[in-house]
């Protein structure tokens, strides 16, 4: 019984010891919305990117190579995957797909997470929202509908903001 109890201790302290370390590491987050979407197709519930957005994808395979992304995620849209799919293609990762309008949940999931590079492909009105819950603040408003050549590089260390990126691409 004895050896059971001292055996449950040692595992409780290990689990609690791994969940602080992982919120422990300084850990990359790059935010990007998706890429032109093709307009051509009139009502198109899910379009996919045009060819300039095409284009504008295989240049942040390059923007985003320094960072190492690790772990990716996407809205479940075509443009948003296909926007991070070169990066995907790079580095051999399968991109994950995320509820946008479960912003808090991937903010957890990345923090408890033992993965420190993040690549994030979202929307005009998602990347912002991400980005300022990242920082724990409103730094940012929603993107413009032209806007698409924005990428939000957060970095945050033990759970906590603490450097903010803007780069174009």
Request: glycine share 2%; with cysteine.
């Given at each position: 019984?004895?050896?059971?109890?001292?055996a449950?201790?040692?595992?409780s302290?290990?689990?609690?010891?791994?969940?602080?370390?992982?919120?422990?590491?300084?850990?990359?987050?790059?935010?990007?919305?998706?890429?032109?979407?093709?307009t051509?197709i009139?009502d198109?519930p899910?379009?996919?990117?045009?060819?300039?957005?095409?284009?504008?994808?295989e240049?942040?395979?390059?923007?985003?190579?320094?960072?190492?992304?690790?772990?990716?995620?996407?809205?479940?849209?075509?443009?948003?995957?296909?926007?991070?799919?070169?990066v995907?293609?790079?580095?051999?990762?399968?991109?994950?797909?995320?509820?946008?309008?479960q912003?808090?949940?991937?903010?957890e999931?990345?923090?408890?997470?033992?993965?420190?590079?993040f690549?994030?492909?979202?929307?005009?009105?998602?990347?912002?929202f991400l980005?300022?819950?990242?920082?724990?603040?409103?730094?940012?408003?929603?993107?413009?509908?032209?806007?698409?050549g924005v990428?939000?590089?957060?970095?945050?260390?033990?759970?906590?903001?603490?450097?903010l990126?803007i780069?174009?691409y």
């Open positions: 019984m004895k050896a059971q109890t001292l449950l201790l040692i595992s302290i290990l689990v609690c010891l791994t969940a602080n370390l992982a919120g422990a590491q300084t850990k990359t987050v790059v935010l990007v919305r998706h890429a032109e979407k093709d051509t009139a198109d899910d379009p996919d990117l045009s060819q300039a957005g095409r284009e504008r994808a240049r942040l395979e390059a923007a985003v190579r320094r960072y190492r992304p690790y772990v990716l995620f996407a809205t479940a849209t075509a443009r948003a995957r296909r926007t991070i799919e070169p995907a293609a790079r580095w051999k990762k399968e991109i994950q797909t995320y509820d946008a309008s912003h808090a949940d991937l903010v999931k990345i923090i408890a997470s033992k993965r420190r590079h690549l994030i492909a979202g929307h005009s009105n998602t990347i912002p980005a300022n819950l990242l920082a724990k603040k409103e730094i940012f408003r929603q993107l413009p509908d032209a806007e698409f990428i939000y590089v957060v970095t945050l260390k033990k759970g906590v903001f603490r450097k990126e780069l174009t």
